[in-house]
């Protein structure tokens, strides 16, 4: 006799979003029609008038109040000391930081890479030469350090955070948007726009990506006197939130950032842009997707052209022609010079003889770190031409030779501009991910099947893109417990759907010999099943001490006597009964509902639960596809998004179950897109 958990797993989510709306009265849906109306109308619509082009003003007024500056360092308590030798080390703030900064990566694999702990310890050194411990150590050794004390109260101060009631929290939050609430907004040609980065990053450790050379060094403190702020002529310059003058101030109307400096570790410059969904970055997003478009215009020319080169006298010619093969048909990176201090990634104009290997009678075999140091294996059929033209490039030449010696980035783009204004060997890039994208889609995508094999359909279309731009990632370590809580949750399904089964054969044996009905559950055995009613009714029974102590606190907020502890223990009595009525039902093929609902409503259920059980096969699948596949560096930065829209009109599919709450407001723009759109 137990109330059968399929229909409340279901939702109360669900369940207000259907029986919500019903329950609001006309005032108020009136009221909140007038916000979207609202809402709506503030919405600045720049799509719809003549974009700027590059190098042209791309704002005539612009305020803003600068950035966020991170809070000073807060020396540790006098209890909380690294050890040096067995002996604590009585450090200056100055180099407590920057080993704090480490000791909070302890746990991390980062405190295992010897060129991370290398670079950290180097620079860590030339901060003690100048702020050395007080108590005279003198600390040389990297493997004689110990930073544990300092982790673990990294680690307590963490819990404490986590520990911190939901309105102690919730005031914390308020305070701090409070502090931010001006920095987060601007104003461009009048008009209200958000800001993305504004903070500025506070000094650490850098991490990098792939396998970088300058991974565990030390980030500066960024200080006013580092940063230069670009805003409009005449109104007030903004204070800084410390102490310190500006670096300088410009007032460049062709340029779309609002502040830069230069970070120490690789010499980069850092940006402050507008958000993402801001008009200034929509524009160049729909720019960036409108020149890939028009390139389907040109790109018959193009290939034409190269295809005649790889046989070009000229070997400058054969080269550019052979890189721009790659470029194209396998969507190769371009490739810069890096310097000696840089990961040694490279793309198509900067591959060495080693990275290429040629196995006949048309094969080549790829081999390097592509962007982030993530590798690149591809074994690919090639023509007959390129072949034979690398295996001419590579003739006479050592391993660590640059296989196009007489082409590099720059040469290659000055002659992609020729055919098109603004084309660049990046534009390709874009221009092969979309179109292979709508061409997946129109020739993958089923027709009268569920939402979620329409999903897994796009995922799939998605996938072939990641993995041509070879947006390739490690599985996370994740993955396997991941799946494997999935598995339970899928058999938390099918238990379910089982009880529901039992209680149709309490109700008339006649259901037993129903086919939709009669089979039992295969990987549900009874030691499984033990421990899931063990797992739900503890469940049930935190749920119950956490609304307990919820009320309580509500009444002693509104002056209110707090129940007593009785009241708990006899709800958890109740949960205890339900529990031991469901385990005397194992084994008997039957059960009983706490609440009677009609036959008509058991079956309706178990055939949500098939749907759901089908549902949920299907994103376990899609999961296990992608472990090993980036999939958002193309959907935000390769994919016309209107490709996408378009998509989801078409084929009656939810666009937010593809874009995220931030990719909507990202692409506005594409979003009216419709259905018979095509990339």
Same mark, same amino acid.
Not at 42 to 56: F, L, M
Not at 180 to 189: F, G, P, V
Not at 649 to 669: C, G, M, Q
């Given at each position: 006799?137990?109330?059968?958990?399929?229909t409340?797993k279901?939702?109360?989510?669900?369940?207000?979003?259907?029986?919500?709306?019903?329950?609001?009265s006309?005032?108020?849906?009136k009221?909140g029609?007038?916000?979207?109306?609202?809402?709506a109308?503030?919405?600045?619509?720049w799509?719809?008038e003549?974009?700027n082009?590059?190098?042209?003003?791309?704002?005539?007024?612009?305020?803003?109040?600068? #950035?966020?500056f991170?809070?000073p360092?807060?020396?540790?308590p006098?209890?909380v000391k690294?050890?040096?030798?067995?002996?604590? *080390?009585?450090?200056p703030p100055?180099s407590?930081?920057?080993a704090?900064?480490?000791?909070a990566? =302890?746990?991390?694999d980062?405190?295992?890479?010897?060129?991370f702990?290398?670079n950290?310890?180097?620079?860590?050194?030339?901060v003690?030469?100048?702020?050395?411990?007080r108590?005279?150590?003198n600390?040389?050794?990297f493997?004689?350090?110990?930073?544990?004390?300092?982790?673990?109260y990294?680690?307590?101060e963490?819990?404490?955070?986590k %520990?911190?009631?939901?309105?102690?929290k919730k005031?914390i939050?308020?305070?701090?948007?409070?502090?931010?609430?001006?920095?987060?907004t601007?104003?461009?040609d009048?008009?209200k726009?958000?800001?993305?980065?504004?903070?500025?990053?506070?000094?650490?450790?850098?991490?990098?990506?792939?396998?970088?050379?300058?991974?565990?060094?030390?980030?500066?403190?960024v200080?006013?006197e580092?940063?230069?702020?670009?805003?409009?002529?005449?109104?007030s310059?903004?204070?800084?939130?410390?102490?310190?003058?500006?670096?300088?101030?410009?007032h460049?109307?062709?340029v779309?950032? =609002?502040?830069?400096?230069?970070?120490?570790?690789?010499?980069n410059?850092?940006?402050?842009f507008?958000?993402?969904? /801001?008009?200034?970055?929509?524009?160049?997003?729909? /720019?960036?997707?409108?020149?890939?478009?028009?390139l389907?215009?040109h790109?018959?020319r193009?290939?034409?052209?190269?295809?005649a080169d790889l046989?070009?006298?000229?070997? %400058?010619?054969?080269?550019?022609?052979t %890189?721009?093969?790659f470029?194209?048909?396998l969507?190769?990176?371009?490739g810069?010079?890096?310097g000696?201090?840089?990961?040694?990634?490279?793309?198509?104009c900067?591959l060495?003889?080693e990275?290429?290997t040629?196995e006949a009678p048309?094969?080549?075999?790829f081999?390097?770190?592509?962007?982030? /140091?993530i590798?690149?294996y591809?074994?690919?059929a090639?023509?007959?031409q #390129?072949f034979?033209?690398i295996?001419?490039?590579?003739d006479?030449?050592?391993?660590?030779?640059?296989?196009?010696?007489?082409?590099?980035?720059?040469?290659?783009?000055?002659?992609?501009q020729?055919?098109?204004?603004?084309l660049?060997?990046?534009v390709?890039?874009?221009?092969n991910?979309?179109?292979?994208f709508?061409?997946?889609?129109d020739?993958?995508?089923?027709?009268?099947?569920?939402?979620?094999?329409?999903?897994?359909?796009?995922n799939h279309?998605n996938?072939?893109?990641a993995?041509l731009?070879?947006?390739?990632?490690? *599985?996370?370590?994740?993955?396997?417990?991941?799946?494997s809580?999935?598995?339970?949750r899928?058999?938390?399904?099918?238990?379910?759907?089982?009880?529901?089964?039992h209680?149709?054969?309490?109700?008339d044996s006649?259901?037993?010999?129903?086919?939709?009905?009669?089979?039992?559950?295969?990987?549900?055995?009874?030691?499984w099943?033990?421990?899931?009613?063990?797992?739900?009714?503890?469940?049930d029974?935190?749920?119950a001490?956490?609304?307990?102590?919820?009320d309580?606190?509500?009444?002693?907020?509104?002056?209110?006597?707090?129940?007593?502890d009785?009241?708990?223990?006899d709800?958890?009595?109740?949960i205890? %009964?339900d529990y031991?009525r469901l385990?005397k039902?194992?084994?008997?093929?039957?059960?009983?509902?706490k609440?009677?609902?009609?036959v008509?409503?058991?079956?309706?259920?178990?055939q949500?639960?098939?749907?759901?059980i089908?549902?949920?096969k299907?994103q376990?699948?899609?999961r296990?596809a992608?472990?090993?596949?980036?999939?958002?560096?193309?959907?935000?930065?390769?994919l016309?998004?209107r490709?996408t829209?378009?998509?989801?009109?078409?084929?009656d599919?939810?666009i937010?179950?593809?874009?995220?709450k931030?990719?909507?407001?990202?692409?506005?723009?594409?979003?009216?897109?419709e259905?018979?759109?095509?990339?």
């Amino acid at each position: 006799m137990v109330d059968v958990k399929p229909t409340r797993k279901r939702s109360s989510n669900k369940k207000a979003k259907e029986e919500g709306p019903s329950s609001e009265s006309p005032q108020a849906k009136k009221k909140g029609k007038k916000k979207e109306e609202e809402d709506a109308e503030d919405v600045y619509r720049w799509w719809e008038e003549q974009a700027n082009g590059d190098g042209e003003e791309k704002w005539q007024t612009l305020e803003h109040n600068g #950035v966020i500056f991170p809070p000073p360092y807060e020396p540790l308590p006098s209890h909380v000391k690294m050890k040096y030798k067995g002996k604590e *080390a009585i450090l200056p703030p100055e180099s407590e930081e920057v080993a704090g900064f480490y000791a909070a990566m =302890l746990d991390t694999d980062h405190a295992q890479d010897k060129t991370f702990n290398k670079n950290f310890f180097e620079d860590w050194l030339k901060v003690l030469k100048d702020h050395p411990p007080r108590n005279k150590i003198n600390i040389t050794e990297f493997d004689q350090c110990d930073f544990r004390p300092m982790f673990e109260y990294f680690e307590a101060e963490k819990a404490k955070k986590k %520990a911190l009631s939901t309105a102690e929290k919730k005031e914390i939050k308020k305070q701090k948007d409070a502090m931010e609430e001006k920095y987060i907004t601007c104003l461009l040609d009048g008009r209200k726009e958000k800001v993305g980065n504004f903070r500025v990053e506070p000094p650490g450790l850098f991490r990098g990506r792939g396998d970088h050379p300058k991974k565990g060094a030390l980030k500066f403190r960024v200080r006013p006197e580092d940063i230069t702020l670009n805003i409009g002529e005449g109104v007030s310059i903004p204070v800084p939130n410390m102490p310190g003058s500006w670096k300088g101030v410009v007032h460049d109307q062709t340029v779309t950032w =609002l502040a830069n400096w230069v970070e120490n570790v690789n010499g980069n410059y850092k940006y402050v842009f507008l958000a993402a969904g /801001s008009s200034l970055k929509g524009q160049s997003d729909m /720019s960036k997707f409108e020149k890939a478009r028009e390139l389907k215009s040109h790109v018959a020319r193009i290939r034409t052209d190269y295809q005649a080169d790889l046989k070009s006298k000229v070997m %400058a010619d054969r080269q550019r022609a052979t %890189a721009m093969y790659f470029i194209d048909r396998l969507a190769l990176r371009a490739g810069n010079e890096k310097g000696e201090d840089e990961a040694d990634t490279v793309g198509c104009c900067s591959l060495r003889c080693e990275h290429v290997t040629l196995e006949a009678p048309n094969f080549i075999i790829f081999d390097f770190l592509g962007k982030d /140091s993530i590798r690149y294996y591809n074994r690919v059929a090639i023509e007959a031409q #390129v072949f034979k033209n690398i295996r001419l490039f590579k003739d006479n030449k050592g391993e660590s030779d640059n296989l196009f010696d007489r082409v590099n980035t720059s040469l290659l783009n000055k002659h992609l501009q020729s055919y098109m204004k603004g084309l660049t060997a990046k534009v390709f890039r874009t221009y092969n991910a979309s179109i292979t994208f709508q061409e997946q889609l129109d020739e993958g995508t089923p027709q009268n099947v569920t939402v979620q094999e329409k999903l897994n359909a796009y995922n799939h279309a998605n996938r072939m893109v990641a993995i041509l731009c070879n947006h390739q990632r490690s *599985a996370p370590k994740t993955h396997d417990q991941s799946m494997s809580r999935m598995r339970d949750r899928l058999r938390s399904f099918k238990y379910d759907r089982m009880k529901l089964r039992h209680v149709l054969f309490n109700h008339d044996s006649k259901y037993q010999k129903n086919k939709l009905y009669a089979d039992d559950e295969s990987d549900i055995d009874d030691e499984w099943i033990v421990e899931h009613e063990e797992s739900l009714k503890n469940k049930d029974i935190e749920k119950a001490e956490k609304k307990f102590a919820k009320d309580n606190e509500k009444l002693a907020e509104d002056g209110g006597q707090p129940s007593e502890d009785s009241v708990l223990k006899d709800r958890i009595a109740v949960i205890a %009964a339900d529990y031991k009525r469901l385990a005397k039902e194992r084994g008997t093929g039957k059960a009983v509902l706490k609440r009677e609902r009609p036959v008509e409503k058991i079956e309706e259920a178990i055939q949500k639960l098939d749907e759901r059980i089908k549902t949920f096969k299907l994103q376990m699948d899609d999961r296990e596809a992608g472990k090993e596949v980036a999939l958002g560096t193309s959907k935000i930065n390769y994919l016309d998004p209107r490709i996408t829209a378009a998509w989801c009109k078409r084929h009656d599919v939810p666009i937010e179950k593809i874009f995220s709450k931030t990719l909507l407001n990202k692409f506005p723009w594409a979003m009216e897109a419709e259905g018979d759109w095509k990339f």
